[in-house]
């Protein structure tokens, strides 16, 4: 049991690690949801023949598609990265039940659960200068270019 309590302590960081990624997660899945309820109002503004901005709205539409797509591939590499934290505990717990000394399985885990993190992370800030990249051209398309 004694040999245990390091592996606990070592095991807290991947665990904290998963519970940061779900928040992550979360806030991605809003920021998707958000990103297809605006396409599909845009979507049914299109539909309308006498739409007089047509090509913002569509222009709009574009940059909302990239932007969920870009959303959805965030949202998997954070998925892939708190899996890879989960597989790194249960790694940390087998090494030390077993009494076997795994390190390259462990820096492995390690690794790509921070790379799919990083990952995640450039895409959400992507997504982010996507927004914004809609949200200018929307205030353009109401005359408003200076601000």
Known sequence: MMDLIPTLQTA??????????????LTMTNRLGRAIDRARLIGAALADPGAASRPALEAQLHILWRRARLIRAAIALASVSALTAAALVIALFFSALLRMEAPGL????????????????ALFLHDINQSLAALRLELRSH?????
């Open 143 to 147: 005359g408003l270019d200076g601000l």
């Open 106 to 121: 462990i820096t492995v885990l390690f690794v790509a659960c921070m790379l799919s993190l990083i990952f995640a992370l």
């Open 12 to 25: 807290i960081g991947p665990v904290i690690l998963i519970s940061g990624v779900a928040l992550l997660l």
